[in-house]
């Protein structure tokens, strides 16, 4: 009932930055938080951040705490993911997601899914 599309992956150096986008359409008044996930080859799934879309309360896995930042705009149709200071372990295609009320926020379950975007980070 939402739909999202996510964008800006690409390719960059290590310790360089790129921002991901992710654009909601449809039910958006269902949405309680929004989360970024990532998935390198061979891994599973993992949380890297999320935003309350009503409060703006952020979370952050370990992993990128003081390097990603997460954001909202004030229409409240986009998620933002900030990556800076970019690592060869960040290399992952990159989802978002959405949570309602109940679903669990840093395990890859529940919610609707864009198709996810590529970063790839060279060393």
């Known amino acids: 009932q939402v739909q999202l599309v996510e964008s800006g992956g690409g390719l960059v150096q290590a310790g360089g930055s790129l921002r991901l986008s992710c654009a909601a359409s449809?039910?958006?008044?269902?949405?309680?938080?929004m989360r970024w996930f990532r998935q390198a080859p061979g891994k599973e799934r993992e949380f890297v951040a999320s935003?309350?879309?009503?409060?703006?309360?952020?979370t952050y896995a370990d992993s990128v705490k003081g390097r990603f930042t997460i954001a909202r705009n004030n229409a409240k149709t986009t998620v933002y993911l900030q990556m800076n200071s970019l690592k060869p372990e960040d290399t992952a295609v990159y989802y978002c997601?959405?949570?309602?009320?109940?679903?669990?926020?840093?395990?890859?379950?529940?919610?609707?899914w864009g198709q996810g975007t590529q970063v790839t980070v060279s060393s």
């Open positions: 997601a959405t949570a309602r009320v109940g679903d669990p926020l840093v395990t890859p379950l529940g919610g609707s």
């Open positions: 935003i309350s879309w009503s409060g703006g309360t952020t």
């Open positions: 449809g039910r958006t008044l269902s949405i309680y938080a």
